[in-house]
């Protein structure tokens, strides 16, 4: 058993290494309240949309295409909904509170002054350019062990497979290993990837880290600086209840103005979602994979995954993992700060896309654990919530060209324009409520960065945001086709470089997207210039794919002057 932590907080026994241990880190969390003003909040948002899109499609008498949206707007609405209450939670949280991360992470209030467990900075790699991989891990195991001594030792899990690479890959570690006191770089391969990245970290766990308290779980494109992760150790430290602590990870050797505005929206969102989620989940959290630290001991026992029904391996880990380890009574919390922690956007639109495909193939075999009891409650909320991300796309992306269908044949003649306009105006601000809420937060505290400068970033990544949030739904949509032919190519290495993405190439990938914007749009002048203005701005990302491609994918040093980053 590991820590049991009751629904509303309060800590009531743990387990560690064999004996019992009394854990409080949640006792001054008030679960129960919290999740119930999010609910009420996520509903009142939910209820909000609903009622404006009925009085909107309402008017004049309701069309078959008016139903349709009016169904999709009530399927969305409520996952709208809790990403907006969340997202006004952690803008309230940040404003108000003078130390939100100590106060929805408790732990750290308490952490030790002192590094004293012994930590593995466990490196998972397959088939990667190793020149790339290892000079942030020796940056941080240099200032990591010239603070800490030998407290934290880099571990090398490979699961390359036989070849010229393998050799390449270790001929690159024991160049590094050779710099430092024996032991201090350790390399293990394994012939074949079962399971994947989590057979992989849990087969070294299981046979190779003996005498360590924690694992750093890094992947190939990750970096982090030595004070963060000393404070996820100290914090650790201070909670024996604690099996998972995450970090907010941010961009990092961004090439490409898509990679520096996409990073610049998500790093904004993320801190305030995160830290409303963290409000109310408690010690019931997320858990991303990489960039964060966990006990040993809690993962061996309570993190192991099944294979799913049909024999296959899941793929998306991460969200499973955590889901045990609640049903198993230990803790999962996120430090929601992201300074110290970084890893590499997509370079450009399709290699987004492409990484997307990856994240849908795996959130969807979540199906499978629903149901299951040996998975925490809220864990299983949190894998339903990942499915709906992509199984809610298609609903989303209808909208559109029912909408175009509505206009076209007339349906849309009695549509009161202001209350129109909006309900435009609130689906964008609740859609995107925890991005702003951060935008919010940044104008307010601006630190190293102009208010001037910090405006300009935000323009320009919303335009980029208001023209993917269509892609990605329409993209999303064909995934759900595609996965369901049996069409997924595996779990590839993903690209991280910029590369070049050619008018050709774009044409390609794209020339549909920008066809049936061009037969929506079509649809929309119809009913007159009105209707056309309207939808303009949301079919924007289908009719510019192709620009939108190649032009943001090209390496400009002159971003650097207009998008603030890190």
């Known amino acids: 058993m590991g820590a049991s932590i009751t629904d ?7 387990r560690r290494f064999g004996r019992r241990v009394v854990t409080a880190p949640c006792a001054a969390e008030r679960l129960g309240a919290r999740r119930a003003v999010v609910a009420a909040l996520a509903g009142g948002i939910a209820l909000a949309l609903a009622v404006l899109g009925w009085h909107v499609l309402a008017a004049g008498g309701w069309t078959l295409w008016e139903a349709l949206m009016m169904a999709s707007l009530a399927a969305n609405a409520p996952w709208l909904g809790l990403t907006a209450a969340t997202g006004l939670a952690g803008l309230a949280i940040r404003l108000c509170v003078g130390d939100p991360s100590g106060f929805v992470l408790p732990a750290l209030r308490r952490a030790d002054a002192v590094v004293h467990d012994q930590t593995l900075l466990a490196l998972c790699v397959r088939l990667e350019d190793m020149g790339a991989v290892l000079p942030p891990l020796d940056r941080l195991l ?11 030792v880099l571990g090398i899990l490979s699961d390359t497979p036989p070849g010229r690479k393998a050799e390449a890959e270790a001929e690159a570690v024991a160049a590094l290993a050779a710099q430092f006191p024996p032991g201090a770089v350790r390399y293990r391969r394994r012939a074949e990837n079962v399971g994947f990245k989590a057979g992989n ?26 004070e963060t992760v ?30 520096r505005l996409f990073g610049f929206g998500l790093r904004h969102g993320t801190r305030a979602w995160v830290t409303g989620q963290a409000w109310w989940q408690g010690p019931a959290q997320l858990y991303w994979g990489h960039n964060a630290l966990i006990r040993i001991a809690a993962f061996r026992r309570d993190a ?74 809220l864990g299983r909320f949190q894998m339903l919530e990942a ?15 029912l909408a175009a269908l509505n206009a076209a044949t007339g349906g849309g003649e009695d549509t009161p324009r202001g209350a129109l306009l909006l309900l435009l105006l609130l689906g964008f601000v609740v859609s995107n409520l925890p991005k702003l809420a951060g935008y919010g937060e940044a104008l307010l505290r601006p630190g190293r960065f102009t208010r001037a400068t910090l405006l300009r970033g935000m323009a320009q990544e919303m335009a980029l945001g208001l023209m993917l949030d269509t892609l990605e739904a329409l993209e999303r949509s064909l995934t759900l086709l595609q996965l369901a032919r049996g069409r997924f190519g595996g779990w590839t290495v993903q690209p991280r470089a910029a590369r070049e993405v050619t008018w050709t190439a774009a044409a390609h990938r794209f020339g549909w997207h920008t066809a049936a914007g061009l037969v929506m749009i079509g649809g929309f002048s119809l009913a007159g210039s009105f209707a056309a203005m309207v939808a303009l701005p949301a079919l924007a990302g289908l009719l510019f794919a192709i620009p939108l491609a190649v032009l943001t994918a090209r390496p400009c040093r002159e971003a650097s002057r207009h998008v603030p980053h890190p």
């Open 142 to 152: 240099r200032k990591l062990r010239a603070r800490h001594s030998d407290r934290f």
């Open 387 to 401: 499915i709906l991300h992509y199984a809610l796309a298609p609903l989303r992306f209808a909208l559109l060209p």
């Open 8 to 14: 509303d907080g309060e800590a009531v026994r743990s």
């Open 230 to 259: 000393a404070q996820l150790v100290r914090t650790m430290q201070a909670d024996p209840g604690l099996a998972i602590l995450q970090t907010v990870i941010a961009g990092r050797g961004v090439e490409t103005r898509f990679a």
């Open 201 to 226: 970290l849990m087969d070294f766990l299981d046979n190779q880290a003996a005498g360590f308290d924690h694992a750093l779980v890094l992947d190939a494109d990750s970096a982090m600086s030595a």
């Open 304 to 377: 192991r995954l099944p294979t799913l029904p049909n024999g296959a391996r899941i793929l998306s880990h991460d969200y499973a993992e955590a889901a045990r380890l609640h049903a198993g009574g230990w803790a999962v919390r996120v430090l929601p700060e992201n300074a110290g922690s970084w890893e590499r956007h997509p370079p450009d639109l399709p290699a987004l896309f492409a990484r997307d495909m990856r994240w849908a193939a795996g959130n969807l075999q979540y199906r499978h654990l629903l149901l299951r009891p040996d998975f925490g409650r």
